[in-house]
């Protein structure tokens, strides 16, 4: 089985600002990562995903998680927010293999309010 | 990236009724999957289905049921809808990108139940 552990539910910062939103998770097998975000009144939008390789990911809007297996955790960070960045993040895991491998479990979710 | 839609958005209806949430995708997706999300808690699975005719349910005990009789349609139905069912629920569906299933999700509906 797979917990993940949100550390934050909110975290407020001011615009242009950096931010870390951390993620910890637990499993007995190995796990793919994602963080997902949810814009008011919308679902949830992937915003990138660990596989496997560097331990950097990137997305296309400025964040950036790095995977570190012996601290089992995949923190998210951007170094300069925006007042477009407020949403909930979600923290997610998928083991590999196994049973259960098509199922994701989620974080309770990190509220960024970005303030002017 | 997969164009999931949901319907209605929003449903405030009285306790009893039996109510249908509508889920459809457009890209051909043999995985489909509704979760429930409380504020403040995880997304919690509660049914899936791997393509037409095959539905499981997910972790969470849910009183919903669901259908797949065409890969595009995933609806789920309440047919004794209660105040323990207000809740926001989102469908999502699954490609394999960089060999791993990413699940795309539609903007969910926010169910009241008076």
């Known amino acids: 089985a797979q917990s993940v552990t949100q550390l934050d539910s909110q975290v407020p910062v001011f615009e242009e600002a950096p931010v870390e939103l951390r993620c910890n998770y637990s499993?007995?097998?190995?796990?793919?990562l994602f963080w997902y975000v949810q814009y008011p009144n919308q679902g949830l939008q992937l915003l990138l995903k660990?596989?496997?390789?560097?331990?950097l990911v990137e997305s296309i809007n400025g964040f950036e998680a790095e995977f570190n297996k012996s601290q089992t955790s995949f923190h998210l960070r951007k170094p300069s927010v925006h007042i477009s960045d407020t949403a909930e993040y979600f923290c997610?895991?998928?083991?590999?293999?196994?049973?259960?491998?098509?199922?994701?479990?989620f974080g309770k979710g990190t509220k960024l309010s970005v303030i002017p | 990236e997969a164009d999931i839609y949901q319907t209605p958005r929003y449903l405030v209806i009285g306790t009893g009724k039996k109510i249908t949430l509508e889920c459809s995708q457009t890209?051909?997706?043999?995985?489909m999957y509704w979760y429930q999300q409380d504020p403040g808690m995880e997304l919690h699975l509660i049914h899936y289905?791997?393509?037409?005719?095959?539905?499981e349910k997910g972790d969470l005990s849910s009183e919903s049921t669901v259908s797949r009789i065409r890969t595009e349609h995933f609806p789920l139905t309440l047919e004794s809808a209660r105040p323990s069912h207000t809740s926001q629920y989102l469908c999502?569906?699954?490609?394999?990108?960089?060999?791993?299933?990413?699940?795309?999700f539609g903007p969910g509906t926010r169910l009241l139940v008076l």
């Open positions: 997610a895991v998928k083991p590999l293999i196994g049973a259960g491998s098509y199922q994701l479990t």
């Open positions: 289905s791997y393509g037409v005719n095959s539905t």
């Open positions: 499993s007995s097998v190995s796990v793919y």
């Open positions: 999502a569906s699954s490609e394999l990108s960089d060999r791993v299933e990413t699940q795309y």
């Open positions: 660990y596989l496997s390789g560097s331990t």
């Open positions: 890209m051909g997706h043999d995985k």
